[in-house]
């Protein structure tokens, strides 16, 4: 049998040393690239959890074009964002707003039927004509005001409630104030204001009247109706709503108005994601108050998120107990959760920890051992107790404590000491590699 000479075996011992010695480098790179790439990036990145993120906008980058604007919170009053909100302004056929909750909370009996008053005769700027002797019932003149702003079913409701249109502004007047809208004077039922100079509200006003407005439900759902019937002498008249942002299934509602004094508004109720939202647009353009409206509604969506700022299952803090010459300490815990909208790229919000330093036991559960005091941008927000969930009647016992202690040290030796022959293996293994790999080669 024929053998290779020895030349040739020491040669292929070269060859898979080389080889070797080439793999081991490759793994080795490959792993450190591994390492680099692992902790160079976020883990929701690498597991594929990395979620598309709204850019947040600041409110000084945000205007309109209508000359005064207000985005309050329907539920809390908040303001997002105003401008010029307390400026007087002609408000147009939003003046219907108010003129629909006094005719709601006055008319007892909505499907009654009406006769047309001369002085509510006309077009009177409208798209519906009413005769004189028309028969129309309540609740349809609510509907052709609110839902296809009927300047004359305005006028026709006031004469119902008040018998003249004079009286029923005063009702109108009196309302405003009752809700808080103290810099609001109407003159009529309609918004027309060719010949009333002095019929003007602010931004802010009209946010309050709208926020007490849609507690009805009456109210809610009419102005919230993109298409309704009404009948006049039992003839069927199709109506479309004026304000077409109902399209937006987050838009429900309320009313549009426009003069030309008054330029185009818009007061709009908007839902999303549990947030409520009534936005003003006064004195903007034709196209101007529908991107107002929208620019507004969705930068509060967008910008702001409902956060639970405090959690009353979560540790505030811990308090001390003394008796004697002994001490322990227990935990505290705010006595409510706080969820608020909180703007992202905003808000700061702090907490001051303010607890009790002469505790003695017994410690008693619910009791208030504290209190925690939120502040938002350095608005003070909330303030609430922080309460113990336990009973303590006792110092605990010294030897169980003790015992747990020596537990607890015997498990941290144990821990201590595999750590140690891990890292020690570990070395001794590296160290072999690093030898073979660096070994010079014998020159043959």
Known sequence: MMTLPNQFKNQDTISLKIIFKKISIFIISLSISFLVFYFSFPLSYIHGEEKASVRLIPSSQIDTIASSAIVMDYNTGKIYWEKNADVLMYPASTTKIITAIIAIENIKDLNKKIKI?????????????????????????????????????AVALAEYVSGDVKDFVKLMNEKAKEIGALNTRFENTNGLDSNFPFHKTTARDLAEITAYCLKNDLFREIVSTKKAVIHINNKEINIDNTNNLLDYDYIKGVKTG???????????????????????????????????????????????????????????????????????????????????????????????????????????????????????????????????????????????????????????????????LLSFYFLIFTIIIIKNLVKPESNY
Request: one cysteine or more.
């Open 117 to 153: 008053s001369k002085n509510a005769s006309g077009r009177n700027h409208s798209n519906i004509i009413f005769k004189k002797g028309d028969e129309i019932t309540l609740i349809d003149l609510l509907k052709a005001a609110l839902i296809a702003s009927t300047n004359n079913a």
């Open 258 to 420: 426009y003069t030309e004094n008054a330029g185009f508004c818009l007061v709009a109720y908007s839902k999303k994601n549990g947030t409520e939202l009534i936005t003003v647009i006064l004195n903007s353009s034709i196209y101007g108050k529908n991107y107002d409206s929208l620019r507004l509604i969705n930068w509060v969506y967008n910008n702001f998120s409902k956060n639970k700022i405090v959690d009353s299952k979560s540790c505030a803090g811990s308090a001390v107990v003394k008796n004697n010459y002994t001490a322990s300490n227990f935990d505290l815990y705010p006595e409510k959760d706080l969820e608020m909208l909180v703007n992202n790229s905003e808000d700061r919000i702090f907490y001051n920890y303010i607890i009790q330093d002469d505790i003695s036991f017994p410690v008693k559960e619910g009791k208030s051992y504290g209190k925690l005091i939120v502040y938002v941008n350095n608005n003070k927000i909330d303030e609430m107790s922080l309460i113990s969930k336990d009973n303590i009647d006792a110092p605990p016992v010294i030897a169980k404590a003790e015992q747990k202690s020596a537990n607890e040290y015997d498990a941290n030796r144990i821990e201590k000491f595999l750590i140690f």
